[in-house]
């Protein structure tokens, strides 16, 4: 599990914008720098231009942003959405800026890169001077006299301009002794630049003759701007299409209300979204979005979730039902209580827990980091050794440069780089749009290891909305005296079972007074009503009590229970008084959810606390087999239930949706809260679905092995064209050119193959 451990109070979580990352050795540049400062952990994102940084409190904003300076690169403190309008300055008196929440826990908003656009204006500029330059020194009919001096000045812009970034990059890199894949791309551009212009020098007459084909001269002016053309068209496609990668999360964050019209003094006002407070009742009409989480004060509606859940049915919604900011009424008027605004809420979690699992680093990228950090300086060793071994044994000058230029371009490690964050961005994204939330990239491996799926009963197999059915009095009671007792005695617990059987007393009539309430987790109640001592649970807690079952009444039981009936005893003074009878409702997705989880390998096993009985049975429907039953578990057993399955051997994930579910997810290998559920359940869980839909489950295990897939693929690219091309090009059979478009071709292949997981779940 990635959140087993508490995170210490002593640090505190920094968010940086980077700007002027190229590839894998920036990004291990920055974080060996960053991993300097005492106490810090930093994990650099190249795709999203930006690092997570875990910090000690005594280390300052300023501290961090100067060392990645230092590095070469720019830095500036990400923003934050959902940080409230006002924020605390310096003559705030002695408010501790660094501690305040937006700080703690940001939610990024990444703009378009300016960058994009200074790259297609650099690209322009290329493509209209290579064209040419391109044409008279590749095709003889197209030459004329003395054509090498039009090269050299068609070359110059597109070899000092147009690829200034490179150079600019590489100087900086080098100012700190280091090296990137810009350091390859800039002296593989300069190199074929100045071998050129001291070939003309030396010789002024060397294309003075026309028809010349690329053996019978030694100019490699065409390779400097066609190189630093493709290379330019791969940076650009790559960074639109990066911008395509990240449309996701930013759609995500993108969805909250603006506007709220706020109810005060029975006074309507339009106001800012990001104004509200817990407490504020506002009025959502239909068509509008909720302007925060809250619940309903009065009025009914159907509210449409599927931005949020990914559900396409709207929810019915009513007084005291809970509501989630982002959503859109679609009927009747409501008024609104606010509960939760700004950073707390359920559209900030989401957007902060997709941010975090981009921006995290998944332990197969650990060995492309280790190989970016070497990468470079070896493939400058490689260069220069092909370039001295040409010219001692060819003895041939511009073969030697052809050849080295072909190395220093085909190794650049752009693809290597990209392969695990823009699949991770991509798969991430396009599950927050299916309202699922991967915690991580250390999930994405759980997924693939996991080959058992428990299940918890009620709320995620079942609706969980259980409701009285029957009751059955035992002699010298009645019926409706046993539902008025368990009411009575069950109205100050807030178990489902208990609130379902207090609302079918209330039904009945006006609920009876309590008192000396008293309750056993998973056992039952107990409480004096109208001087007498009413026990409702189990038989084990009637049993505590005093209390022993008839072979009658345990017929009774069986007979109900075997009905699909979840069976509460009641007790009065001692003596068995009768049962009431519960039952719940299989959800509509789940038989084919759980089918759709044994095609993908997984072996569903059930959790309860009802007995065997309705388990099995409810098992029977789904699809469970029975000896797949864990039943009868109390609250405390179920994290037990998942350690019995994990020495046998099992990889477990857990799917729970209450507080009592919270141990069991935290103690399965991966942990999956169903969103309907509690804060706290979706704390401890490492996937959490959204909605209330149980083939979600199936959709998330898929799409995390779907994403890993492509990321394994993406590496497999990245390694296959580096350590192939190498060799090629330094056996002279790669022409500098031919390298260059396909150093691009390899980013643009590995960010056009993440973009696939855009298309997961469309029918």
Not at 89 to 109: C, H, K, M, R, Y
Not at 615 to 621: F, G, M, S, T, Y
Not at 702 to 718: D, P, Q, Y
């Amino acid at each position: 599990m990635s959140n087993d451990t508490a995170f210490p109070t002593n640090q505190r979580i920094v968010e940086l914008d980077i700007q002027g990352m190229t590839c894998a050795s920036c990004v291990g540049r920055v974080e060996r720098k960053l991993g300097k400062i005492e106490g810090v952990e930093a994990l650099v994102n190249l795709p999203l231009e930006s690092a997570r940084i875990t910090v000690p409190q005594d280390v300052s904003d300023e501290i961090l942003i100067s060392t990645v300076e230092s590095a070469g690169y720019k830095a500036s403190l990400k923003v934050d959405q959902y940080a409230k309008p006002s924020v605390p300055t310096l003559d705030d008196g002695d408010q501790d800026v660094s501690e305040s929440p937006a700080q703690l826990e940001p939610i990024p908003v990444k703009a378009a890169p300016a960058v994009g656009a200074d790259l297609k204006k650099r690209l322009i500029v290329a493509a209209i001077f290579t064209t040419p330059l391109f044409v008279i020194s590749m095709i003889p009919g197209a030459q004329f006299p003395h054509w090498g001096w039009v090269a050299l000045v068609l070359a110059t812009p597109v070899t000092f301009w147009s690829a200034w970034p490179f150079h600019r990059a590489a100087a900086i890199n080098a100012r700190h002794f280091a090296s990137t894949m810009d350091t390859l791309v800039s002296i593989g551009v300069l190199a074929a630049y100045f071998y050129s212009l001291w070939q003309l020098i030396a010789d002024p007459n060397i294309t003075a003759h026309i028809g010349m084909s690329m053996s019978e001269h030694a100019l490699y002016f065409e390779t400097a701007g066609v190189v630093a053309t493709f290379l330019l068209l791969g940076r650009w496609l790559e960074a639109r299409a990066k911008a395509r990668a990240g449309d996701a999360l930013k759609t995500l964050l993108d969805l909250g209300a603006k506007e709220a019209t706020l109810i005060r003094d029975g006074v309507e006002t339009k106001v800012s979204a990001a104004t509200l407070v817990p407490g504020d009742e506002f009025i959502v009409r239909p068509g509008e979005k909720i302007a925060t989480d809250g619940f309903v004060v009065s009025g009914h509606s159907a509210v449409d979730t599927a931005l949020v859940t990914g559900e396409s049915v709207p929810v019915e919604v009513g007084p005291d039902d809970t509501v989630t900011g982002a959503t859109i009424n679609t009927s009747g008027a409501l008024i609104i209580r606010a509960t939760r605004v700004g950073q707390d809420t359920t559209l900030a979690q989401m957007g902060r827990l997709v941010s975090e699992a981009q921006t995290g680093k998944a332990p197969i990228a650990r060995l492309a980091d280790r190989i970016s950090s070497v990468f470079v300086p070896i493939v400058l060793v490689i260069a220069l050794g092909t370039f001295v071994t040409w010219l001692l044994v060819a003895g041939d000058m511009g073969a030697a440069v052809a050849a080295s230029v072909a190395v220093l371009v085909i190794a650049c490690p752009c693809a290597l780089g990209l392969a695990t964050p823009i699949g991770l961005l991509v798969g991430t994204g396009r599950g927050a749009q299916l309202g699922i939330l991967i915690r991580g990239p250390q999930v994405l491996e759980d997924t693939r290891k996991v080959d058992t799926v428990l299940l918890d009963k009620t709320g995620t197999v079942t609706e969980g909305n259980l409701a009285v059915t029957s009751t059955t009095a035992a002699d010298g009671f009645a019926e409706s005296t046993v539902l008025a007792l368990a009411g009575a005695a069950e109205s100050n617990s807030e178990h489902p079972i208990a609130q379902a059987i207090v609302a079918a007393a209330k039904a009945d009539g006006d609920l009876l007074g309590s008192s000396d309430f008293s309750s056993a987790a998973g056992g039952g109640v107990r409480a004096v009503v109208d001087g007498q001592t009413v026990v409702a649970g189990r038989v084990s807690w009637l049993k505590e009590n005093g209390i022993e079952l008839t072979e009658g009444q345990h017929a009774d039981l069986a007979a109900a229970q075997q009905a699909g009936a979840t069976s509460i005893m009641v007790g009065v003074d001692g003596v068995f008084a009768g049962l009431v009878n519960l039952t719940d409702t299989i959800k509509e997705s789940s038989v084919a959810a759980i089918a759709r989880l044994k095609d993908l390998g997984l072996r569903p096993v059930l959790l309860t606390g009802d007995n065997r009985a309705v388990a099995e049975l409810v098992a029977a429907k789904v699809g469970i087999a029975p000896e797949d039953v864990f039943a009868d578990v109390f609250p405390e057993g179920k994290a037990e239930a998942v350690r019995k399955l994990q020495a046998q051997g099992k990889v477990v994930a857990m799917v729970g949706d209450g507080v009592n579910d919270a141990p069991a997810l935290a103690q399965a290998d991966l942990g999956i809260a169903m969103g309907s559920g509690t804060d706290v359940a979706i704390e401890a869980a490492d996937v959490t679905i959204m909605g209330n839909d149980i083939d979600q489950v199936a959709h998330s295990i898929e799409l995390s092995r779907k994403t890993l897939g492509t990321i394994k693929m993406n590496l497999f690219w990245a390694f296959i064209y580096n350590t192939a091309g190498i060799p090629v090009a330094a056996l002279g059979f790669l022409n500098p050119m031919i390298a260059g478009a396909a150093m691009a071709a390899s980013s643009v292949l590995v960010v056009a193959n993440s973009l696939r997981l855009r298309g997961f779940g469309r029918k």
